[in-house]
């Protein structure tokens, strides 16, 4: 009840503020090295890696591999979410997404994920170099 009135208030008050998202989104059909690389780094800033769907639209196949990733790689966050492909117009993958409210960044590419972070930092999303620091452990 209290997280209730306290959101009303701030609501009522104008002073709630949204929290940073910050996500990488992939697919299976990237390179395998690619894709692993992109894991591990995304596991080593528990930044949630968001997969499009499923494997040949098979549960089967794509908890299997799931299963296997998440063995392979400690403290991977990975979830199956294609409303956020659609929120924010992915088309290509990897793609690093950092989101404010309705204010969201978008960097395509090959690329480290914290120099992408670095990149992000004077878009539209508000994303700050102290974030970015606190979330690399620079």
């Known amino acids: 009840m209290r997280k209730v009135i306290l959101l009303a208030t701030l609501l009522f008050t104008g002073q709630l503020t949204y929290a940073l998202e910050v996500m990488v989104c992939v697919s299976f059909s990237m390179p395998q090295t690619l894709l692993e690389a992109t894991l591990k780094e995304a596991a080593d800033y528990q930044i949630p890696v968001?997969?499009?769907g499923l494997i040949d639209?098979?549960?089967?196949?794509?908890?299997e591999r799931l299963m296997t990733l998440s063995r392979d790689i400690p403290n991977l966050t990975l979830q199956i979410d294609p409303t956020a492909f659609e929120r924010f117009g992915i088309q290509q993958?990897?793609?690093l997404?950092?989101?404010e409210g309705?204010?969201?960044d978008v960097l395509y590419g090959n690329l480290r994920l914290k120099e992408g972070l670095y990149r992000l930092v004077e878009?539209?999303?508000g994303?700050?170099?102290?974030?970015?620091r606190s979330l690399t452990h620079d």
Do not use: E, I, Y
Request: glycine fraction near 4%.
């Open 50 to 52: 968001v997969l499009n």
């Open 57 to 63: 639209n098979s549960m089967a196949k794509t908890a």
């Open 93 to 95: 993958v990897p793609a």
């Open 97 to 99: 997404v950092v989101a």
């Open 102 to 104: 309705h204010r969201f």
């Open 123 to 125: 878009g539209d999303a």
């Open 127 to 132: 994303l700050t170099n102290a974030f970015v």
